[in-house]
């Protein structure tokens, strides 16, 4: 009880801090600590002064006129602040809840599956990581599928050796889904809906239901998306947001943390790196800002697997652990290298025909940033086995 309510606290402090930080900090930038003077905050700035001198021409007048019209249509053109956030909220929890629900429907169907799949497939360290890379691709969550390792090592199913490709795997297939949100298909979501609508309530069988469920997820995912697109659209030309946003990309670190702080917050970084992609598809988000943040979302994604190895045994603390350190040292070298990254993954995602795609860029930054780290660790997993069996020694738990 006391761990679940320690758990609680530390969310509870997690987004206050998150909140604090996307709302003050935007407002800090554009030197305007007057965030709740109003509801609404100007986007545009008025156009010419109309001229006082009352004793020019009919002529001067009419510009008078003209100048006046201006100004009232840049005072129409407001950012309603509790809108935008309410609308964003509301994409958020639709989101959220579609991960939640495909989640569900996905571990019903192939939970069983993926842990045959697993202890089957883990010979060797290769043989682990494209067991990783289509467990978590068919799980859509990298935490799923390592929450799922821990367990199988605690049991005895597996052994630390064999669970360490299967991590390393999983940082692979969590790319999968940020790659299918970067080809924008949010316009068939309401389909998907429907059709899990009618799956979840005219199927005749369990089966049927869940595959129902999955389907009803992933529609609610995009529409969500889509929502939350649609709320942050007016931040297109609201100057402190872009300097917020232009401030994160200059300095990769803060933008790591906001990263991860966001990723512990929804508890899912394939959620984040999707947010993130949408955002940038707006043009809301440059490149370096989202390789900022999907960097710290590799990183906020240990703070689940690390829960679940409190209690466990000591060979899948140390799963857990590998996990922490492994996404730690890989985006602190992402952050040093983070320029080159991003030039990377535009020459790649010219290559591939995605152009000046912003969201196909950093969709691509992750995948390569990820592929990298287990090509350059793989070779390396028996050393680091023998370096975590004397750092966390057998005995108790």
């Not at 569900?104 to 290769?126: C, H, M, P, V």
């Not at 900022?292 to 697997?305: H, I, K, N, Q, R």
Request: charged letters at 15%; glycine letters at 10%; one cysteine or more.
């Amino acid at each position: 009880m006391k761990k679940i309510l320690k758990t609680r606290m530390l969310k509870f402090i997690v987004m206050i801090s998150l909140v604090i930080t996307i709302i003050v900090t935007p407002s800090v930038i554009g030197k305007n600590l007057h965030i709740w003077q109003t509801t609404y905050l100007t986007v545009a700035q008025e156009t010419q002064q109309t001229n006082n001198n009352e004793t020019e021409n009919s002529s001067t007048s009419q510009s008078e006129e003209k100048d006046k019209s201006g100004e009232s249509q840049g005072k129409d053109e407001k950012l309603n602040i509790f809108k935008i956030v309410t609308e964003a909220l509301a994409g958020l929890v639709l989101f959220l809840y579609g991960v939640t629900r495909m989640a569900e429907g996905l571990e019903a169907i192939a939970g069983d599956r993926a842990k045959d799949l697993i202890s089957k497939f883990t010979t060797n360290r290769y043989a682990g990581v494209a067991t990783g890379t289509v467990a978590t691709t068919i799980l859509d969550s990298s935490s799923v599928t390592i929450i799922i390792v821990i367990a199988m090592v605690s049991a005895g199913l597996l052994s630390f050796v064999q669970s360490l490709g299967v991590v390393l795997g999983s940082n692979i297939g969590t790319t999968i889904g940020a790659q299918i949100v970067a080809f924008k298909i949010n316009e068939y979501a309401p389909i998907a809906m429907f059709v899990g609508f009618l799956l979840i309530f005219i199927g005749k069988t369990n089966r049927w239901k869940q595959i129902g469920l999955v389907t009803l997820g992933i529609g609610l995912l995009f529409f969500g998306l889509d929502t939350i697109e649609a709320a942050m659209e007016p931040f297109k030309d609201y100057p402190p947001f872009i300097n917020w946003m232009e401030r994160l990309g200059d300095n990769t670190l803060l933008g790591a943390f906001v990263g991860a702080l966001f990723t512990i917050l929804i508890q899912s970084s394939s959620a984040t790196v999707a947010i993130v992609v949408t955002l940038a598809s707006q043009g809301l988000i440059s490149l370096p800002a989202g390789i900022a943040l999907v960097l710290g979302a590799e990183v906020g994604t240990c703070a689940d697997t690390l829960v679940a190895t409190i209690g466990r045994e000591r060979p899948a603390v140390r799963t857990g652990v590998f996990h922490l350190l492994f996404n730690v040292v890989c985006a602190a070298v992402g952050i040093l290298f983070a320029s080159q990254l991003g030039a990377l993954a535009q020459w790649i995602s010219g290559f591939m025909g995605a152009g000046d795609n912003i969201a196909r860029q950093i969709a691509n930054a992750q995948l390569i940033f990820n592929v990298l780290g287990v090509i350059l660790v793989i070779g390396f997993l028996p050393w680091i086995a023998q370096g975590l069996e004397k750092l966390i020694p057998d005995g108790k738990n």
